[in-house]
């Protein structure tokens, strides 16, 4: 039996997403980019899963340092969301519209979000145009607690 594309797509699509700024870190380098594709795996150890675009530049960076942070945008920062997918002037210029510091393991935490966790890699599946990485979350800063960016508010689409 064939796959019926438009009904994966409808059903696909309704998985509800959150939208966050993924960081990255190699070096001296920092990078950082919308993601929705999250979710959290295990509360002990507390897991959290991610799929990252094959071709993307931070894809190489996870792979590479086996680490990456999210950070989690308060509902009113869709335009924060906007700049981190759109192209950049040179890797990490996405963070001229957003301060960051870097966590105690070395990752971009942004100052305006509700917070930020750090995360090691403990596994990954590379099969299709995203590779799956499962964190095992290291550190966690809150800011502030309040509600927090949905795809679903945004009118875009990732997924289907
Ligand atoms: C609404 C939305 C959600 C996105 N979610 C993801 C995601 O979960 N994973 C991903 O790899 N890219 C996602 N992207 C695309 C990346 O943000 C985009 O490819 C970015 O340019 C990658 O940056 P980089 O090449 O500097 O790493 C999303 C884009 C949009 C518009």
Same mark, same amino acid.
């Given at each position: 039996m064939s796959l019926d594309a438009d009904a994966k797509k #409808? !059903? !696909?699509?309704?998985?509800?997403? @959150? *939208?966050?700024?993924? =960081?990255?870190?190699?070096?001296? #380098? +920092?990078?950082g980019f919308? $993601?929705?594709? +999250?979710? &959290?795996? %295990?509360?002990?150890?507390?897991l959290v899963v991610m799929a990252v675009r094959a071709?993307?530049?931070?894809? =190489?960076?996870? &792979?590479?340092?086996?680490?990456? %942070?999210?950070?989690? !945008?308060?509902?009113? &920062?869709?335009? *924060? $969301?906007?700049?981190?997918?759109?192209?950049?002037?040179?890797?990490? @210029?996405?963070?001229d519209a957003a301060p960051y510091k870097l966590g105690e393991h070395g990752l971009p935490i942004l100052d305006d979000g509700l917070g930020?966790?750090?995360? $090691?890699?403990v596994g990954q599946v590379a099969h299709g145009d995203h590779t799956v990485f499962v964190g095992e979350v290291k550190s966690a800063q809150l800011h502030r607690d309040a509600a927090a960016l949905e795809l679903s508010s945004t009118g875009w689409n990732y997924g289907g």
């Amino acid at each position: 039996m064939s796959l019926d594309a438009d009904a994966k797509k #409808v !059903l !696909l699509r309704k998985i509800p997403h @959150g *939208l966050f700024i993924c =960081g990255v870190a190699e070096g001296d #380098v +920092v990078n950082g980019f919308t $993601a929705s594709w +999250v979710t &959290q795996g %295990s509360f002990e150890p507390p897991l959290v899963v991610m799929a990252v675009r094959a071709d993307s530049t931070s894809n =190489g960076m996870i &792979q590479r340092t086996g680490k990456f %942070s999210l950070n989690v !945008l308060a509902a009113d &920062q869709k335009d *924060l $969301a906007a700049v981190f997918f759109k192209p950049q002037q040179g890797v990490g @210029g996405r963070f001229d519209a957003a301060p960051y510091k870097l966590g105690e393991h070395g990752l971009p935490i942004l100052d305006d979000g509700l917070g930020g966790v750090e995360c $090691a890699v403990v596994g990954q599946v590379a099969h299709g145009d995203h590779t799956v990485f499962v964190g095992e979350v290291k550190s966690a800063q809150l800011h502030r607690d309040a509600a927090a960016l949905e795809l679903s508010s945004t009118g875009w689409n990732y997924g289907g």
